[in-house]
């Protein structure tokens, strides 16, 4: 057999590679979080489709070589890319945007982020002021064509959802989480799909000198009291999303108090290991 001809795929299509990239992209089986929520997406990076009765809303869109098993997780619920209205996203870096263009060219979404996210998205790039911009064209993804920008608070409504953006930079400065109502035998529950937020940079960055740090400490402190019966976090792991699916305790009105509380500490090691403590 050839090797995979990636030279035939469209340009937001093409596989990205990094040193994680195989980890992170490899097949999950889909699953219901909670009513019409459900996770489509890999190993390693979160997407959440919600059917909300008038199309689907995508949060996050993985790698670009992610795309098919989405599609795929979309398939298993009935659904078909074309369903798909809005692509919120949570922080436009590779890994969390790098679908997003091809997902939005296949389905005619309106792409959702914060107003320093939206830029980001349709230049293809992180801002200066970005932790890992020292990276250089490393950083760089699929341009993406369809973007809204939401102010800090303002919330979309599809079908029987209204999907809430909060804006939480830090990480990156367009970054946000997003939080939602979902309803399933009559009970509903606040669902929180919670952005990255732990410390990353390239060498040369300091969370010391930065401006971004400030509002960094806002963003966790503004994830640690939503109203939160079900984080999911960007990373699975970072809210051990698949060990609480196995133990059938996906609920945990704890969720984003814990992922908040561990990300203060993150930052504070960093900020001391800045210091050289
Ligand atoms: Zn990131």
Redesign the pocket.
Known sequence: MEAIATEALPADLKPFVCSSCGDWNAARAPFRLFGDSHYVGPEGLSVVAIDTGAGVILIDGALPQSVPGILAGLKSIGRDVRDVKYIAVS?P?F??AGGVAALARMSGATVLSTDAGADALKRGDVPKEDP?AGYGDFMKFPPVANVRALADGASVTLGDISLTLHATPG??PG?ASWSWQDCEGGRCIDLVFAD?L?P?SHDDYHFGDGELTAAFRRSIAKVRVLSCDLVVS?HPSQSQLFERAARDALLDVEGCRAYADEAAKRLDARLASERGE
Request: glycine share 8%; net charge negative.
């Open positions: 922080h870096h890994d969390h890992q990480h990156t970054g990255s732990n990353v960007a």
